[in-house]
């Protein structure tokens, strides 16, 4: 279910995967398990770009924030 999807998206990110913080990101920006939340999503994104994810640096941008 999509729950359990995001739940695993966070435990990835947490652990210091790109692509897991990336997707939290989208889950959060798309609002696939609740409610969508584009502050939230940036953080993951911001995230995702700091452990080196490019096209993540350009989620923090198209969001409103800078890298």
Known sequence: DETE????FYVACT??????CTSMGR?????W?????AAQAR???KRACELG???DCHGVRRLGAKK
């Open 43 to 45: 953080a993951y994104y």
């Open 27 to 31: 889950a959060l920006e798309k609002g």
């Open 15 to 20: 652990q210091g995967y790109a692509p897991g």
């Open 5 to 8: 999807g995001v739940r695993r």
């Open 53 to 55: 994810s490019e096209i």
């Open 33 to 37: 398990a609740g409610p969508a939340d």
